[in-house]
């Protein structure tokens, strides 16, 4: 297990009633001590052990996001789903796979779930703003961020009777140029031209529950909740946005996509049968000013990032805009 520099400091700080500038002040002397010899992580460690605040407390049993570490296992964890993202294929040598994931959290703070092939299934047993139990997953970190990922031996309890998660308010995006973006940011905003629209992609899903369907037995389609049904279409929409640094291409699922063409799921269903009359809808979007939010992610079949939208909003206010700037 691997505890951050931050957060260990953090620890310090709260346990030992200590300033940062205290803290600081402590761990420079210590390294000056040792001549070098020692990293800043490492002088932590030792004041920490000095002052006696044991880093490793807890290791097991239910824990909170912020307490949890790279490389933890048999724990459990209550979270709270808020945004649920579309899973994906991915290709590894003459292998295929399947991931799945969202972004969650509790009171103390967010982070990913993360589900692999056969298990992604399982992100059809919840929705967005259900609370979710997750015992003995384990614990990885991307970039500084703290995911948890389900394994064969995970327990996954939805909606676990009695058991309530409030989440932290939701933190302003943060604006960014596309040449600045890396792998798996989130809560990022955008601001471009669309410069190319492709044509829709449909797809069959459950007309009840919205989940995705495939046909069985020839022509026949069988919801696991609600068995043998006559699917409902629902949609997404890749386009590509630049912003004068990069482009890159941006993709929008149904929501977000009605909002991207301003249309109705309604009219967006006629493109289905009728592909032809969705060239003027792509013309007049061409040039358009968006801004968006949403999350990069890497696209590992095309080797490229992309940027999956969770808010649009077409044409934003000028002045608005020049003010961030300022």
């Known amino acids: 297990m691997k505890m951050s520099l931050n957060d260990m400091k953090e620890k310090i700080i709260k346990e030992a009633t200590i300033t940062v500038d205290d803290l600081n002040s402590k761990i420079q002397a210590k390294m000056d001590q040792l001549a070098g010899l020692v990293s800043e992580e490492g002088a932590c460690h030792i004041i920490a052990n000095e002052l006696g605040v044991k880093m490793m407390a807890q290791s097991g049993g239910r824990m909170q996001i912020k307490n949890i570490?790279?490389?933890m296992k048999n724990f459990e964890v209550l979270l709270k789903v808020?945004?649920?993202w579309e899973p994906r294929t991915f290709s590894k040598g003459d292998k295929e796979g399947r991931v799945g994931s969202c972004f969650?959290?509790?009171e103390t703070g967010l982070g990913r779930l993360v589900f692999w092939n056969d298990l992604v299934d399982k992100m059809d047993s919840f929705k967005e703003g259900d609370v979710l139990l997750v015992k003995d997953g384990y614990v990885k970190d991307n970039q500084?961020?703290?995911e948890v990922h389900m394994n064969d031996s995970s327990v996954l309890i939805v909606n676990p009777e009695g058991e309530t998660v409030t989440l932290p308010e939701r933190q302003p995006a943060t604006r960014k140029k596309i040449k600045e973006l890396t792998q798996?940011?989130?809560n990022i905003e955008l601001l471009g031209?669309?410069?190319?629209v492709f044509e829709p992609r449909f797809y069959e899903v459950c007309p009840q529950c919205s989940k995705r369907t495939r046909p069985q037995d020839g022509d026949r389609y069988v919801?696991?909740?609600h068995g043998?049904?006559?699917p409902a279409f629902s949609y997404v929409l890749n386009a590509v946005i630049d912003d004068g640094s990069d482009s890159m291409r941006i993709v929008c699922f149904r929501e977000q996509a009605d909002k991207l063409l301003s249309k109705t799921p309604e009219q967006m269903l006629l493109f289905k049968d009728n592909v032809s009359e969705f060239e003027l809808t792509k013309q007049e979007l061409l040039g358009t000013i968006v801004k968006l939010m949403g999350r990069v992610k890497k696209n590992s079949m095309f080797d490229r990032m992309e940027f999956t939208c969770q808010e649009v909003f077409v044409k934003p206010d000028p002045e608005e805009e020049l003010k961030k700037l300022q």
């Open 228 to 230: 043998e049904i006559k």
């Open 223 to 225: 919801c696991e909740e």
């Open 104 to 106: 969650v959290g509790d």
């Open 193 to 196: 031209t669309i410069v190319q």
């Open 184 to 186: 798996d940011e989130f």
């Open 82 to 84: 808020r945004t649920k």
């Open 69 to 71: 570490l790279p490389g």
């Open 144 to 146: 500084g961020r703290k």
